[in-house]
């Protein structure tokens, strides 16, 4: 391998004949340079898409902070080369490499990729072949660093099974730090071994809680393809590994890094919540990452200061799957407004509740009204809106867009999904009436400035979800569908964006695949499929090649409603979310029911019995959950201090 | 207070260009907590003008910005320190001034800019000797650039060899104008020496204003 001073060199020579080459240097504020020979375990962090969009994953700041504040660790950075640069390490004999030190990735100890979405599963293949690192776990010896995973495209690891040789199942604060105590007892002294055992190192590993070891574990199928078992091959493996979750957010990361080129979120991010208890159907992160743990205002506020000091930053973010839900939002954003007014900031909040008062809350945040106001409809019709548990009525709607005209806004975005088994073309033209309904209203005050942007993506029944027994639309279907919204949304003043109806094929695929489909991604890389989420770099030609290849029908993945009692490929990862509880939903879906926010009324989904010590540890407001009852103590509980 | 700030730019910055070079003296300036002043209107922009955009690739010793703030605050090395600890690696603030907020914009006042350049595979010395005579003799130097054609030798002020630097490897020094619609390019002439730039590695050392404000580094 070449030390970082040979990989400089070369670098020098490459950087001014690619696009972008800040993308490959390093130097930013904020980047966390330790001693290479001082750390006995050095990590690599992995985002496989480019840097212009890794950089500002919360995620991943949020490990690189944990292992960086430990003496006896390192954590550095590596992104997906683009295309052109990739072509030039190649031709130059360049190794992928960290951007801090300059060290090629095979120096590192442990490679720690995060798999927030599928389509990145062939640029982590690309990324370990440009690091010449063998792709296949089964090839690797006590030499090669150790190939780990975490994010939610994980929940179901099955088709990454055979390059990761560990995933971290869940959130990934604490875990990672007894991963790193795991991986140092089996370290080496030897020179160029990294680990004594190897196969011992993956056997401890699983029995770190949320640990999973693929290759710990044997699956069985039957005849008509379905999983017929999964079992763990050594006692070290459980035969269900549990997703871990924290039991109080630790303060959130502040020092962010802060790039030296434009990039996709130039921002701060402050998470305010994690989890959520709306319960719409077709929502992974929702059931993935329950119980709803909130921070406090003050935390909150505190941290976005800090963050703003440390970085400069023009725009801060709060971030949660739903920010209306956040118990205190109205005192969040009051104190928000309140400490940042008249210093240049841009506040953004997403995901609001379609009502009056989520206008109220943008107007206190924001001193201009740029941009456009977002609201996520989803559906367009009450039966499609009972199915999806996401259920807003029209006049709600057209109430909170007349609001958002009214108090200046020009455009706004509209998000819907189609694509669900059981949605009809009437209920997809509603989905052109509601925008044009929208459209009216904005038209009514505003006249010609009103514009609408309808973004329609398609819905893939997501692992852990209570969709997971549901097929997916053919291209046919969408294609359909997509073709009615093009033909009706003529108008100028609406703007329409729908997914590749390949694209959306593709993430079904990859995120309902099992154990087979590793060599259908392996395949499709051989044949050049990289970067899957960039439509202009898509290969789908690739993918069906390589289904062909290994004697595999796509449609199994995607076009079959499973069986009640189907064995899913991640049956034996858990979200803590029961299977039954998941099932019960989808058939309530079935009927139209609806189920409220399991605030106001807890489903016993699961989370409470796995997590119970952590909830009775961190009891009263933070959890969302109900208090779980404290086992009888022997001794009676201090008695109050008088004040 | 309009702040003036000599700085060098060096190492993984000389990937940044013209525009992010802005962006990172907005939030330099963030970080220190200093008060930058903003335009009026609707889109409020911070007040900073750079002197001259440095291409991508190029380090410099020479770069200078303008940035206003709301208070007035003196220029001393306490502030220089404070501005240094918040900007990223490779950027090195020199020297710091105040100057009177009616002065004359930067890049009006630009004239030339002085490179230095060190070649990492060059020609033999005769021959590199030879091209640079070649140059410097040719009435005109007809070149395309982005579809236009143009002349580069009148924008070449001067060129020269300077002595190899510590590893032997040969050395250029060239002025170039710099003017409102006549600015000679160090990749320009280079390709006029038939010498890809990614073999050189060039830095700006100097630029020349209006004889009021010139920040030429002499010896
Ligand atoms: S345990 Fe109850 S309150 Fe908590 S997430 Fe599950 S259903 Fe909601």
Sequence with gaps: ?643 | MRLRLTFAKQGALRYTGHLDVQRIWERTVRRAGLPLAYTHGFRPRPKIQLASALPLGFASRAEIVDVWLEEDLSPDEALRARLQENAPPGLEILRLERVDDRAPALQNQLRAAEYEVTLLDAPPEPELDRRVRAVLEAGSLPRTRRGKTYDLRPLIESLRLLPPDAQGRPRLAMRLAAREGATGRPDEVLAALSIPLHAARVERVGLIFEPQINTEEHG
């Excluded at chain 1, 052109?84 to 030190?101: C, W």
């Excluded at chain 1, 993918?543 to 076009?559: C, I, N, Q, S």
Aim: hydrophobic content about 40%; charged content about 30%.
């Design chain 1, 1 to 643: 391998m070449l030390t970082p001073k040979e990989i400089e060199a070369r670098l020098e020579r490459v950087l001014l004949q690619v696009q972008k080459p800040g993308r490959y240097v390093g130097g930013e504020f904020n980047a966390i340079h330790k001693d290479w020979a001082q750390a006995r375990t050095r990590v690599a962090l992995i985002f496989p898409d480019i840097y212009d969009i890794g950089v500002s994953n919360v995620g991943l700041k949020i490990l690189y902070d944990q292992i960086n504040q430990r003496p006896d660790a390192l954590a550095e950075r590596a992104y997906a080369p683009w295309v052109d640069m990739e072509e030039k390490m190649r031709a130059h004999g360049i190794p992928l490499y960290a951007l801090e030190s300059k060290h090629p990735l095979a120096d590192f100890d442990i490679l720690g990729f995060t798999l927030p979405y599928e389509t990145l599963y062939t640029n982590a293949l690309n990324i370990l072949d440009l690091a010449g690192i063998p792709l296949r776990s089964a090839e690797r010896d006590e030499t090669h660093p150790l190939v780990i995973a975490g994010g939610h495209a994980t929940m179901n690891p099955e088709p990454m099974h055979a390059f990761i040789d560990a995933f971290a199942i869940g959130e990934g604060e604490e875990i990672i730090h007894e991963i790193i105590e795991a991986v140092q007892r089996r370290q080496s002294d030897a020179k160029g071994r990294k680990f004594s055992d190897r196969a011992a190192l993956l056997r401890d590993l699983a029995r770190v809680p949320g640990v999973y070891v693929p290759s710990l574990y044997e699956v069985t199928y039957h005849e008509d393809g379905t999983v017929a078992g999964i079992t763990p091959r050594v006692p070290e493996a459980p035969p269900k590994v549990i997703k871990r979750i924290v039991g109080k957010l630790p303060p959130p990361p502040t020092r962010f890094i802060v790039p030296n080129i434009d990039i996709v979120h130039n921002r701060v991010s402050v998470e305010i919540m994690r989890g959520c208890t709306r319960g719409c159907r077709f929502c992974q992160a929702g059931m993935i990452t329950r119980p709803v743990r909130e921070r406090s205002v003050e935390e909150i506020v505190q941290a976005a200061e800090e963050a703003v000091a440390a970085t400069g930053f023009e725009e801060l973010a709060l971030l949660s799957l739903s920010s209306s839900d956040y118990s205190h939002i109205l005192e969040l954003v009051e104190a928000v407004g309140e400490r940042f007014r008249g210093r240049h900031l841009t506040v953004s909040l997403p995901s609001l509740r379609i009502e009056t008062v989520s206008v109220e809350l943008m107007e206190r945040l924001k001193e201009r009204r740029s941009g456009g106001f977002t609201l996520a409809p989803e559906a367009a019709t009450e039966r499609m809106r009972r199915i999806i548990n996401k259920y807003i009525p029209d006049e709600q709607i057209l109430e909170t867009a007349r609001e958002i005209y009214r108090r200046g806004w020009t455009t706004i975005k509209l998000y819907f999904m189609i694509g669900h088994p059981s949605e009809t073309l009437e209920d997809v033209q509603a989905i052109a009436d509601l925008c044009k309904r929208v459209l009216a209203e904005g038209r009514k005050v505003l006249g010609g400035k009103a514009k609408v942007h309808a973004g329609v993506s398609t819905f893939v029944p997501k692992p852990h979800t209570p969709f997971q027994w549901a097929p997916c639309d053919t291209v046919e279907q969408i294609t359909a569908k997509q073709d009615l919204l093009k033909r009706t949304l003529r108008d100028r003043a609406i703007k329409l964006s729908w997914t590749d109806p390949e694209e959306t094929m593709l993430e079904a695929w990859l995120s309902r695949g099992d154990r087979r489909m590793a060599g259908v991604v392996y395949s499709a890389w051989k044949r050049g499929a990289r970067f899957d989420a960039w439509g202009d770099q898509r290969r789908h030609q690739a993918w069906l090649e390589a289904f062909a290849e290994h004697g595999l029908d796509p449609a199994f993945y995607t076009h079959r409603a499973r069986r009640a009692d189907e064995i899913f490929p991640w049956e034996h990862i858990s979200a803590a979310v029961r299977k039954e509880y998941l099932f019960q939903d989808y058939r309530q879906s079935m009927e139209g029911k609806i189920r409220i926010d399991c605030r106001q009324q807890c489903y016993a989904c699961g989370i409470l019995p796995t997590f119970a010590d952590l909830r009775r540890a961190n009891p009263g407001e933070i959890w969302k959950c109900p208090e779980v009852k404290t086992p009888k103590r022997k001794v009676a509980p201090k008695a109050e201090v008088a004040a």
